[in-house]
């Protein structure tokens, strides 16, 4: 195993270029050609690849230092004994600029047709951007098209000033040196004066193009490799690196949408990557979806348009604005039911001692005024389950799961003007004498309309009990970004079959719904099997 040391290979022209993104990091094993780190001049954004597999030992430059050819970028740890003899050169990382030459075509006086310029050892490279159209008038150096290779991103600008008259090449195009790009009417004006850096190949180094309708000059542009300027508002390409450009392009990421948080405002992937994470969980919509909410294809949920009813014709009706918290919850609900892949377990919960106990606790604390609800005893009951089965206790960001160490339970409660759902703080620290004096306090702020954003926040799992009402079960919605809500309804005494008779015992019927992205069917039913048993002998709470 030999140490060497890897080098900026030759990137033409550029000199001091700054690097702007460190791609690798002491310990990584890399490969041959894997980029380590991005340098961008004004000219081009380039990734500079390792001439060696092997394990980075050293980074020898850091963010914001200028390179140039031969620049020491970092020592690593060679894989195999050919590492003492440099590896084939490795593919210039951008477009070699070839030193001043003197300008052969100067003034235009009919159509110019421009071409790509010597752009190194890039071939074929795609069209991703056309900059111009027809009719547009543009400025000596303005730039034309944008090509992509693999390592680089570069900006092809015109040579003279003039009209585009017609584009040579459409995007998806494959360039190379020579390949003509625009025709420009009424090029009458010199070209930019050449730089020493910035002058491309003579005219006549260009091939020849066949253009039917009229004889144009043809020539190559005075600058290679035009600036990727993030301020400049000229609807260019947003500032990133070739591999975030690619890995964008790759998910379908329109990158001009996300915010960079790099350099300069230069977009990263942990940018893209937060972007789509955004769009995933509906917090960012992309201008597209924003365009055509119901478009097919599956991107959109592409259904009929709501039945428009005139109700007065079928009898008399009367309009009323839905409350404040009907529309606030409304929208949320309609997108948890939307966007989470609910299902729903239905279990039975033998309650009788619970019951008996609870009637017991409450002739007990008669003068205290505190009444004791099942829903406490429930709180405390998910609570244990929620810390026997902590997928329950979770939330979804992205491709990760957060799994919370606290335990506050939302319960939800009808009020005059809509349902809304407060939450118990540390459930898990509290008896059930605290819970249900805390209920009943949140239950009657929540009937007067009195509840703060602190009331409601920071739920883990949420509990909705239709218990002093009726029904049998029912399809809770999840409160998002919880990922399983208990719905209960109302207790009744049934018969069961004790191994030789049926007995009357009180029944408590629990609906769970789960979000089957984070929790799976069998967990789902244990959860309850479980809850069950707590219900039926509370002792088991403190197992
Ligand atoms: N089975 C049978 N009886 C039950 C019961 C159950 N599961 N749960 C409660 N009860 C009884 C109580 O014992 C009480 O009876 P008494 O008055 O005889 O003592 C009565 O029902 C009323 O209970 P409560 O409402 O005082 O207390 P609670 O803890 O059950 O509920 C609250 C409190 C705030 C959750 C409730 O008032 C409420 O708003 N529930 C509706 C929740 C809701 O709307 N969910 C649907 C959401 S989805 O749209």
């Not at 020898?60 to 690593?76: A, N, Q, R």
């Not at 998910?382 to 089965?389: D, G, I, M, R, W």
């Not at 979000?515 to 048993?533: E, K, P």
């Amino acid at each position: 195993m030999a140490l060497m040391e890897v080098k900026v290979p030759d990137i033409g022209d550029f000199e001091a270029v700054e690097v702007i993104e460190v791609l690798v990091k002491p310990g990584d094993a890399i490969k041959a050609e894997q980029s380590l780190v991005t340098v961008e001049s004004d000219k081009a954004s380039m990734e500079i690849p390792s001439s060696h597999a092997g394990v980075v030992k050293e980074l020898k430059v850091k963010l914001g230092d200028k390179v140039s050819e031969g620049t020491v970028v970092l020592v690593i740890e060679a894989a195999d004994a050919a590492a003492s003899t440099p590896a084939p050169a490795p593919a210039p990382a951008v477009a070699s600029v070839p030193p001043a030459a003197p300008m052969a075509a100067s003034v235009a006086a009919g159509p110019v047709e421009v071409v790509v310029p010597d752009i190194g050892d890039f071939d074929a490279v795609e069209v991703i951007e056309l900059l111009v159209k027809p009719g547009d008038a543009v400025k000596a150096e303005q730039s034309l098209i944008t090509v992509e290779s693999d390592k680089a991103s570069m900006e092809i600008p015109s040579s003279h000033a003039g009209t585009v008259e017609r584009l040579l090449v459409k995007l998806g195009d494959k360039v190379s040196k020579g390949t003509p790009v625009v025709v420009l009417q009424g090029a009458g004006g010199a070209p930019a004066a050449a730089k020493a850096a910035d002058v491309a190949p003579a005219a006549a180094a260009a091939p020849a193009s066949p253009l039917a309708s009229q004889p144009v000059e043809r020539t190559a542009p005075t600058a290679a490799l035009p600036a990727h300027e993030p301020t400049a508002p000229q609807g260019h390409l947003p500032h990133a690196s070739p591999s975030v450009r690619r890995f964008a392009r790759e998910l379908g990421v329109p990158l001009a949408e996300v915010r960079g948080s790099g350099l300069k405002g230069r977009i990263t992937l942990e940018d893209v990557q937060g972007f789509v994470k955004g769009v995933m969980s509906g917090e960012t919509r992309t201008a597209q979806a924003a365009k055509a909410p119901a478009a097919g294809g599956g991107a959109g949920l592409d259904l009929l348009p709501w039945p428009k009813v005139d109700f007065a014709k079928f009898g008399a009706v009367e309009r009323k604005d839905l409350s404040r918290i009907k529309k606030i919850s409304g929208a949320n609900l309609h997108r948890n039911w939307v966007v989470i892949p609910h299902v729903t377990n239905h279990d039975d919960a033998d309650i009788t001692e619970l019951e008996a106990f609870r009637v017991q606790l409450n002739k007990e604390n008669e003068k205290s005024g505190v009444k004791v609800t099942m829903l406490a005893f429930l709180i405390k009951a998910c609570v244990a389950a929620l810390k026997k089965f902590p997928e329950f206790n979770a939330s979804l960001d992205g491709e990760q799961i957060v799994l919370k160490q606290y335990f506050h339970i939302g319960f939800a409660a009808d009020t005059p003007n809509g349902l809304v759902v407060p939450v118990i703080k540390d459930a898990d620290k509290k008896g059930v004498l605290q819970i249900s004096q805390e209920m009943s306090e949140l239950a009657k702020k929540a009937r007067d309309g009195k509840l703060g954003p602190a009331d409601m926040n920071g739920g883990c799992f949420s509990i909705s009990s239709l218990g002093g009402i009726g029904g049998r079960y029912f399809t809770p919605i999840i409160n998002a970004p919880e990922v399983s809500i208990l719905g209960v309804c109302k207790s009744s005494t049934e018969p069961r079959w004790d191994g030789k008779a049926f007995q009357p015992r009180l029944i408590l019927p629990l609906s769970l719904s789960w979000d089957h992205r984070v929790i799976d069917g069998a967990a789902a039913a244990r959860f309850n099997a479980y809850l069950g048993q707590i219900l039926a002998d509370f002792r088991r709470v403190l197992l």
